[in-house]
T-cell receptor, first 116, second 113 residues
Framework: DARVTQTPRHKVTEMGQEVTMRCQPI?????VFWYRQTMMQGLELLAY????????DSGMPKDRFSAEMPDATLATLKIQPSEPRDSAVYFC??????????????FGPGTRLTVT | GQNIDQPTEMTATEGAIVQINCTYQ??????LFWYQQHAGEAPTFLSY????GLEEKGRFSSFLSRSKGYSYLLLKELQMKDSASYLC??????????????FGQGTTLQVKP
């Protein structure tokens, strides 16, 4: 049963510290998405990769957030420096491109980040 | 711009039928998705509509009217485990929006005995 994996599952850090979240997409999927979910804003897209190339990062605060795909099996999301308002659950999702039903996104379990 | 509206909360009784509505305004349309999210868990895919009409999948059905910018998710024979948040998401048209989903705020459904 193929799944998206994310690490860590939980992270508590102090304001100003660097946070790195990792995601392993499902093997064979070539699109990767990073989302942030909060009670106030709901689920927001931060970044979107296809074939490891960034296609859309318009939802990501550029001054402190960065997203990369060093290889096809790893996506990273970094926050430096972190702030309390970054506290949220960060989901990674992967999928196949196209316009058919099979192009739905498969979500990982999420990283719950708390910045104090 | 894009805007997706769905009710914040709904309550229904076990065994009943509930309809969760979603209206959207987008600059382009390339499919509408429904996801289910239990508290503390990741969203999971429920259904997909790109053409007008009803798609049925067991106890769940989803309807789309593109001309009205409207969709609904119909849940039949409600079970307690259906208590969750239901997210409506719209996918835009290429080249600027291929694969990108814009999510609504979600509808929290509470199923009561």
């Amino acid at each position: 049963d193929a799944r998206v994996t994310q690490t860590p599952r939980h992270k508590v850090t102090e304001m100003g510290q660097e946070v790195t979240m990792r995601c392993q997409p499902i093997l064979g999927h070539n699109t990767v998405f990073w989302y942030r979910q909060t009670m106030m804003q709901g689920l927001e897209l931060l970044a979107y990769f296809r074939n490891r190339a960034p296609l859309d990062d318009s939802g990501m605060p550029k001054d402190r957030f960065s997203a990369e795909m060093p290889d096809a099996t790893l996506a990273t999301l970094k926050i430096q420096p972190s702030e309390p308002r970054d506290s949220a659950v960060y989901f990674c999702a992967s999928g196949r491109p196209g316009t058919d039903p099979e192009s739905e996104q498969y979500f990982g379990p999420g990283t719950r980040l708390t910045v104090t | 711009g894009q805007n997706i509206d769905q009710p914040t909360e709904m309550t229904a009784t076990e065994g009943a039928i509930v309809q969760i509505n979603c209206t959207y305004q987008t600059s382009g349309f390339n499919g509408l998705f429904w996801y289910q999210q239990h508290a503390g868990e990741a969203p999971t895919f429920l259904s997909y509509n790109v053409l007008d009409g009803l798609e049925e999948k067991g106890r769940f059905s989803s309807f789309l009217s593109r001309s009205k910018g409207y969709s609904y998710l119909l849940l039949k024979e409600l079970q307690m485990k259906d208590s969750a948040s239901y997210l409506c998401a719209v996918r835009g048209l290429p080249p600027s929006n291929t694969g990108k989903l814009i999510f609504g705020q979600g509808t929290t459904l509470q199923v009561k005995p």
